[in-house]
């Protein structure tokens, strides 16, 4: 029952930031616990079924891999946006690896894909380029805690790139604001954002931003899709390239497009004897996408919505990147891409249980797993990217 303490032991990590236990005969979802220590549990939600949560609040015998959270506010019943600060960097990687397999494993269908989360440069604080904070009522920001809307007010954050100061913004008062939001990067002072109820309305910083990745600058909308982590798109962008070798004057499509940042890399490594078709459904990012392929005229934009039509009616192409939302591709996309004409295709995802569905649905219908890579993208957090290649046939 809610507030009750019981003593367990910890058995796996789970999708979502938490691990298992069992307690007269009901799993346990803990956070703030690893794999293989026993703690007491102080039960924070009793859904009555088979299942209920909690918070590890004493630590009766711990791994290795725990070390003291960095951060002040992590903890539990404190702040909800990290999962792992309790975890050393090589822990969160392995743990991460573990949720990737174990999804491909029990809904991907595939029990035996090897998977290594690979770090990247910078560490695990100072990295967030963008930061939401929620607005209390006395107008006070911070973050939520776990599973509330409860706002845990705060003087920092400590995974906030130095760039955004967003002490500075959290000494404000933001009476009458739904939240507040930082997006920044060493190249530009930062834009704050206020939302309210309806939209969110720049108060100081551009509204366009420029963002380096490739070795070229990007420009990026404020309400346009960018990776938050500063080494992500040249990580994400170097592994779509590696997997898949593109080669002058091959045809691209590049689905879910954002400023075009796929798109500009394949445009440069297939030349103007190819051809990349880039789409994308925002308006803003449809817009920033138009103008950071200008320099590459064989690439253009479509700003449409990606679906199963979509793909069917597109002419041959040779290679496709796919970057969904978290929620995935789905059924019906990932059937008429499976039905098209290309070689290989880069699914970059945030979810991997929806990719590991998505690559289900490619396997039904003859394609393969051919490649994995995983990133930390967001450390101290749960969050994985994956990027995999497809590839027809069953190898
Ligand atoms: C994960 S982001 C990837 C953006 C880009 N590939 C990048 O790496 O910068 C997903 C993008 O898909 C767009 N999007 C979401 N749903 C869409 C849909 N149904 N049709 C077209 N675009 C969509 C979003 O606006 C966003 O730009």
């Not at 711990?62 to 019943?77: K, N």
């Not at 420009?219 to 592994?239: C, E, N």
């Not at 499509?253 to 954002?258: K, P, Q």
């Amino acid at each position: 029952m809610k507030g009750d303490l019981v003593e367990v032991d910890v058995t796996a990590v789970a999708h979502g930031g938490h691990c298992v236990a069992r307690h007269l005969g009901r799993v346990v979802f803990v956070r703030h616990a690893l794999p293989g220590e026993r703690v007491v549990v102080r039960i924070t939600e009793d859904t009555g079924g088979s299942y209920c949560r909690g918070d590890a609040v004493q630590v009766l015998q711990a791994a290795p891999e725990r070390v003291e959270p960095p951060c002040p506010y992590a903890g539990p019943g404190r702040c909800g946006g990290c999962d792992f600060q309790h975890v050393t960097a090589a822990g969160q990687r392995g743990l991460k690896a573990t949720v990737v397999r174990e999804q491909l494993s029990r809904l991907g269908g595939l029990p035996d894909v090897p998977v290594v989360v690979e770090e990247l440069p910078g560490g695990l604080l100072g990295w967030r380029t963008r930061m939401q904070f929620a607005v209390d009522r006395r107008g006070r920001a911070g973050l939520r805690r776990h599973r509330s809307h409860s706002v845990l007010p705060l003087a920092d954050c400590p995974l906030a790139h130095p760039a955004l100061s967003v002490s500075d913004v959290l000494a404000r008062r933001w009476r009458d604001a739904q939240g507040v939001e930082v997006v920044g990067s060493a190249a530009e002072p930062p834009t704050v954002l206020r939302r309210g109820l309806h939209r969110s309305v720049a108060v100081s910083g551009p509204q366009v931003r420029r963002e380096q990745a490739a070795g070229r600058s990007w420009q990026v909308d404020i309400g346009a899709f960018w990776q938050v982590h500063p080494a992500a798109a040249d990580v994400l962008g170097a592994a779509v390239l590696s997997m898949l070798a593109p080669r002058p004057g091959e045809r691209c499509v590049d689905l879910y497009g954002g400023v075009g940042l796929f798109a500009g890399l394949l445009a440069d490594t297939v030349g103007p004897t190819g051809s990349v078709l880039c789409v994308e459904g925002d308006r803003a990012a449809a817009a920033d996408a138009r103008v950071n392929l200008a320099p590459t005229p064989w690439a253009s934009v479509r700003r449409q919505a990606v679906d199963a039509a979509l793909v069917a009616g597109l002419s041959a192409y040779d290679v496709a990147v796919l970057d969904p939302p978290r929620t995935g591709a789905g059924r019906p996309l990932v059937e008429a891409l499976a039905a098209g004409p290309a070689r290989a295709i880069a699914y970059v995802a945030c979810d991997p249980a929806a990719l590991a569905r998505d690559v289900k649905t490619f396997g039904e219908h003859g394609w393969r797993l051919s490649a994995l890579r995983a990133f930390d993208l967001f450390p101290m957090t749960h969050h994985v990217e994956c990027v995999a290649l497809l590839v027809p046939g069953t190898g």
